[in-house]
Each structure stands twice: as structure tokens, then as C-alpha cells.
């Protein structure tokens, strides 16, 4: 930003888009499409410090010139002016004449990544035993620093490929055709004088020369170099094959680091245990790619992640342009755009935490207003098919009100409660599925297995109610990477009775205060529990088939305790479960989840004030658990890896 004045931004605005220095280097980071072709895992990072800042060059107008040269086209001297404007907006991509040099040589394999194929508990103890060795968050970057500095020493020059921003050479350019520029060369490590220049290299073009690019001109690689004194963020520069490992690993190494452990709030906020917080990160890229979290919810985590970097850049760009003189709009925007940095924060920080992504980030997801009864006292039955024949209405009443649609989602949107929406075979799609307010029947005409339902995999959420009485029947409702529980009771009652839930992420959710019918359906596939029971919700459970769910694909057995059913206690849910089949669920049967000791110890501590020699109620979690209102008549579980009932610990 320039000196002087500042606009009325929030207090911590500053700090918060450049955190230690790291938002001013982020502003030059490369694009989104160069840093991914680098990254070899994380994807890039926009905020990774000195990963891709290059130095102010000495001779812009000189480096005009010959970057201009890259946009002549090959024929463009034998042509017209038009013909030669023509031929260049056709073909943006540069050339060269050919008298000038000849074509770069093919650019030599860089290393593979050396931590691909690392287990996760490998990973933990690389960054969190030899890496950070329990530092705080203010102190990893000198950690980093150190940590690349003793690898460093064990070879001063190298051969690796640098690849960077196109922008350095191209005035134009495809970014899906060229996302970055790879130059061979030569790189010499030197002594570190600093913590911040262990991120710079000192580069020189290898022989032969060898680009990605053919016909890039050697000396205008030569005239940027120049510019730069040679001088290029070390984080851009990949080993080739065929030498030491142990640099390549290094890099790889702090690579990853930044483009997804690190968090440009960490240093901000206190935290006790930093390297307890970077374990969870691995654990959650680990879960992303192992298959335990869905690739569509993957991948929205990843682009939420991606958005809040770029919002970063876009604070620190807004900032430094603002002049001596703000106005109100320039203060404005400015705290629009801190706010909207800080919700995505809030974002990454409930993805990051492990128990709610064990068991769906449950928050209200409801926000519109019941519609209540029409005006008119009537009730309407909407029938859903491409095309209405009589056959489809010759069992309803003269005096029934009927509406027909070919899209689920009008149907659900022209209810008001009382309705019925009739679903004849086919397959739907319905947003407003997550938003049932009012009390109306949905049902399928025909077998369930014709009716198929499925969800949005962009959307959060795929059935939810908060509507006194609704009711799901005779349906298949097929999950496709939703975040939230396949159906999630938020308040109210649900019926669902005679339908086949085939799940992709958690099965059905009955949270606090909420109650479930469940009759005659069949449960499969969830990744979590079948029948998730919140604390102090109700369900009646009967005649159903819940099996193959807590499919959670990880070596971790301690995610796949969670089986067909899972309570959750205090205060405990109130079950009725008779003559269900609960079978081949890689988890337990019935699972009972109390909490530990220590919650009774902290309730105490504030619920009575406590006398000399009085002693802790040592039977009270049994007493909680004898306390619980769990009716179970003539159920049939079996088969189940883990066991069939089993009161586990939270």
C-alpha cells in the first residue's frame, strides 16, 4: 500500500491478507493453472511464500520489446496487415521466424513425486516429528527454511526444470495451451542469509537448451534471466531424473506444505498445538484422496480452498492500489471483501475439523418460512410425468384437485401443506427435496425401484425437513455426493415407508428434537452409520433392511465403528426397533455412543459446587446407559464386522 492516510479498514484487515509478509509475495504468485501444473499434490497455492514472487525487472522496456517478439507469427512478413491481424487473432500463440534460432530441445522428466505413495502415518511423523518438531505457528516458516537449508547442503549445483509464469514472456497467450514456461537450468545453492532466501536459487540455462516451449528464443530466456540477477523462487524449480533424491524430496516436501497444511490465519490465532492441527490436515487430505470424502464433495472443499486464496490476493491487490486518499466506496469494498475472506475461513475450519466431518457439518439448513394452508382451505394432488393419460387419474375422486408437472422440483414448489405429490416412474432431480417445510405426502405409483430420485451433487444437502409431518413413500432415493446425511430430519417428524435408500455419504439423521418413522425401506451404502439418532431425537424403526454401510475406505479401523444404527447419548434418544435386518455393515450392528468420563468431570465441576469429601458418581455413565429408552423386539442382526451391539466411547 502507499504511506500515509489509510482507509477506515477493519483493524486486523491488514494482517489478515498479509500475515508475516506472505501478502505481498502473494500478490505476484503465479496463476491458478501454473502453480497446479506444479504442485504435485495439494494444487497451488497462491500464498506460498516465496514460492512464486519474482524480483522488479530492470528493463521493462526492454523486456517489452522482446517478449513482443514471441507474437510474430511465422508468415507475417509475407503478409498484408489485415491478413497479418487476421492470422494473429486466429493464432495467438507465439512463434518465432525461423532464420533466427533453432527449436529448444524437449524438456527432460522431472522427479517423480517422492511422497506419493507415503502412508499417512508416514506423512504425520514426516512433518510433525522431522519437519515442525512441535514449533508454533509464528515459527514455521523458519522451521521450512531450516529444514530445506540442511538438504541444500548436501549438493550446491543441480539440474532442474524452472517453470514459471508465461507472463514473464508472452503478451498474449492460451493458459489451457501454456500453463507455464519450463526452461532447463542449472541451479547453484548458497548460503542462506536469511530465512526468506532459502527460497531463492541462483539459475543459469543448461545445456541443451530445453523448453516446453519450442521455439522460445534462447536469448530472450537469457535477457529475463538478466532481469531477474538470475535470482528465481526456489519452489519453481523441479529436479530432473537421474541425481540425488533428497532435494527433490525437500521440495516436494515444502511444496506440500504450503499448498495445503498451511493456513494464512495459523499465525494468527492461538493455537496449543500446532503440529496436532497440521496432523489433521494430512488426515484430511488423506480422507480426499483414498476415497473416504466423495470426489464431488472433494472436489468443492478444494475449490472453496482455491476461492479463499484467490480472495487473499484480491484484498492485498485492492489494498495496495487504494491511494493517498481513500473514499468511502474504496473503504467500502474493502470490508466487503475482509468479510468474505473470513466466511470462507470459517468454511475451511469446519472441513478441517475431523468430528464434524466423521459425522456431517449438521447446522440449520433450512432458512425458508413454512407456507401453511391455501387461502382457499382446498388441498391440490400434483402429478409428476413427462405426459398425463387418464390411466394415471382414473383412481382419484371427482372432487380431487389435480396439477400436473413434468419437473419434480415445480411440483415441491407449488405445495402448501396438506398437499400430495404423486411421482409416476422415472428419473428425478429436485433441489427443493432439502427444503420441505410444509406437511405434505410424497409418493411413488408403481415399484420403488422406478422411481429414482437423485441428488445434486453440486448441492450440500439432498432430503431435508424441519415440517411437522411429512412423508416419503414407495421412492429410490439415490445419493450422489451430497455432504450432509441422505435424509436429515432438522426438526418435526418424518415418515419414509417403503423406499430404497442407496447412500454415498451418511445414511439417514435424525437430529436433537427431531423424531423418525422408518418402515419397510431398505438402508445401503452409507459411509457413516445407516440411522444416525442425534441426542434427545426419537425413531421408530421397523421392518427394515439397513446393511453394507460405514463403507469408509481407509486403513483407519477407528473410523469404522459406526455400523447400522448409531445413537448418540445425553440426552439419550428414544428407539423402538422391531423386526429389522441389520446385516454386513463393516461396522457394528447397533452402536452407542457415550462420552467420556472427562464430560462428567467438566459437568460437575459446573453443576454443583462440590464439598470437601464428596465423591464422583462412578456408576453414572452406567446409569445413563440403563436410563436410555431402547425397545428392541425380535430384530435379526448378524454379519456385522465389528460386532452387533457395542456401546463405544466418544
Given amino acids: 500500500m502507499a504511506s500515509g492516510p489509510r482507509p477506515p479498514v477493519p483493524e486486523d484487515s491488514d494482517r489478515a491478507a498479509n500475515p508475516g509478509g506472505r501478502g505481498e509475495r502473494a500478490v505476484s504468485a503465479l496463476g491458478e493453472d501454473v502453480a497446479a501444473a506444479g504442485a504435485p499434490e495439494g494444487g497451488a497455492s497462491p500464498g506460498r511464500p516465496g514460492a512464486a514472487a519474482s524480483r522488479p525487472v530492470k528493463g521493462k522496456a526492454g523486456r517489452e520489446a522482446a517478449r513482443r517478439r514471441l507474437q510474430l507469427l511465422p508468415a507475417s512478413r509475407a503478409q498484408g496487415p489485415a491478413d497479418g491481424a487476421a492470422a494473429e487473432d486466429e ?48 515459527d514455521a516458516d523458519e522451521a ?3 529444514y530445506l537449508s540442511e538438504k541444500l547442503k548436501l549438493k550446491d549445483k543441480w539440474l532442474g526444470v524452472w517453470k514459471t509464469n508465461p507472463e514473464l514472456f508472452f503478451l498474449k497467450y492460451e493458459e489451457a495451451s501454456i500453463p507455464f514456461v519450463g526452461i532447463l537450468v542449472e541451479a547453484t545453492c548458497t548460503p542462506r542469509q536469511s530465512s526468506s532466501s532459502c527460497f531463492k536459487v541462483t539459475v543459469s540455462v543448461a545445456e541443451p537448451f530445453s523448453s516446453n516451449i519450442a521455439n522460445i528464443p534462447r536469448n530472450l530466456v537469457d535477457e529475463v534471466l538478466e532481469e531477474l540477477e538470475h535470482s528465481v523462487p526456489l519452489l519453481e524449480v523441479y529436479p530432473v ?46 480422507d480426499i484422496q483414498d476415497g473416504t470424502i466423495p470426489g464431488p ?33 474504496e473503504a467500502v469494498e474493502c470490508w466487503k471483501k475482509y468479510y468474505e475472506i473470513v466466511m470462507l475461513c470459517g468454511l475451511l475450519k469446519m472441513w478441517e475439523d475431523l468430528r464434524l466431518r466423521v459425522h456431517g457439518p449438521f447446522f440449520p439448513r433450512i432458512l425458508r ?19 398425463m393419460t387418464t390411466d394415471m387419474v382414473k383412481d382419484f375422486s371427482s372432487d380431487t384437485f389435480l396439477q400436473q408437472h413434468d419437473d419434480l422440483d415445480l411440483a415441491l414448489d407449488s405445495c402448501y401443506s396438506g398437499d400430495t405429490v404423486v411421482i409416476f416412474p422415472g428419473e428425478y432431480q429436485a ?47 439415490i445419493q450422489q455426493g451430497t455432504v450432509d446425511g441422505i435424509v436429515v430430519v432438522e426438526s418435526g417428524h418424518m415418515t419414509l415407508e ?19 418413522t422408518l418402515t419397510d425401506s431398505e438402508i445401503t451404502g452409507a459411509q457413516g452409520a445407516g440411522v444416525e439418532l442425534y441426542p434427545g431425537s426419537t425413531a421408530v424403526l421397523e421392518r427394515n433392511e439397513i446393511h453394507h454401510c460405514s463403507n469408509l475406505r481407509t486403513s483407519d479401523s477407528s473410523k469404522s465403528i459406526l455400523g447400522g444404527v448409531n445413537m448418540k447419548v445425553l440426552p439419550a434418544p428414544k428407539l423402538k426397533m422391531t423386526n429389522n435386518h441389520i446385516y454386513n455393515n463393516s461396522g457394528y450392528g447397533v452402536s452407542i455412543l457415550q462420552p467420556t468420563e472427562q464430560f462428567f468431570i467438566v459437568t460437575d465441576a459446573f453443576n454443583q459446587g462440590a464439598a470437601s469429601g464428596d465423591k464422583k458418581d462412578e456408576n453414572r455413565l452406567s446409569k445413563v446407559m440403563q436410563n436410555m429408552n431402547l425397545e ?13 451391539i457395542r456401546i463405544v466411547t466418544s
Avoid at 425401484?449 to 432415493?477: R, W
Avoid at 417403503?498 to 427431531?514: F, P, Q, S, Y
Avoid at 428392541?632 to 452387533?644: C, P, V, W
Fill in 91 to 138: 493464432e495467438p500463440l507465439p512463434a518465432v521466424p525461423e532464420e533466427e534460432e533453432g527449436e529448444a530441445q524437449p524438456l527432460p522428466p522431472v522427479c517423480a513425486a517422492p511422497t506419493r505413495g507415503m502412508w499417512r502415518e508416514e506423512k504425520v511423523a514426516l512433518y510433525c516429528d522431522q519437519v515442525l518438531r512441535g514449533c508454533k505457528a509464528e
Fill in 144 to 146: 521450512m527454511s531450516n
Fill in 241 to 286: 531424473e537421474g541425481q540425488d533424491s533428497d532435494i527433490a524430496l525437500a521440495l516436494e516436501v515444502v511444496r506440500f506444505f504450503y499448498d495445503f497444511l498451511w493456513r494464512d490465519w495459523d499465525d494468527e490465532e492461538s493455537c496449543d498445538n500446532y503440529t496436532a492441527l497440521i496432523e489433521e490436515r494430512i488426515n484430511l487430505w488423506c
Fill in 297 to 329: 464433495i472433494a472436489q468443492r472443499f478444494k475449490k472453496t480452498l482455491e476461492k479463499y486464496k484467490n480472495k487473499r490476493v484480491e484484498l492485498i491487490e485492492y489494498q495496495n492500489n487504494i491511494k493517498e486518499d481513500p473514499s468511502a466506496a
Fill in 369 to 387: 418460512r413454512r407456507k401453511g394452508k391455501r387461502d382457499f382451505g382446498k388441498t391440490i394432488t400434483h402429478i409428476v410425468a413427462k405426459v
Fill in 431 to 477: 433441489v427443493n427435496l432439502a427444503l420441505l417445510t410444509d406437511d405434505i405426502i410424497i409418493k411413488g405409483i408403481g415399484k420403488r425401484e422406478k422411481i429414482m430420485i437423485t441428488s445434486e451433487p453440486s448441492h450440500d444437502s439432498f432430503v431435508v425437513s424441519k415440517a411437522d409431518n411429512v412423508k416419503l413413500m414407495h421412492l429410490s432415493l
Fill in 498 to 516: 417403503n423406499c430404497i435408500l442407496r447412500c454415498e455419504g451418511t445414511g439417514v439423521c435424525v437430529l436433537t428434537g427431531a423424531s423418525l
Fill in 632 to 644: 428392541m423386539n425380535d430384530n435379526t442382526i448378524e454379519a456385522n464386522l465389528k460386532g452387533d
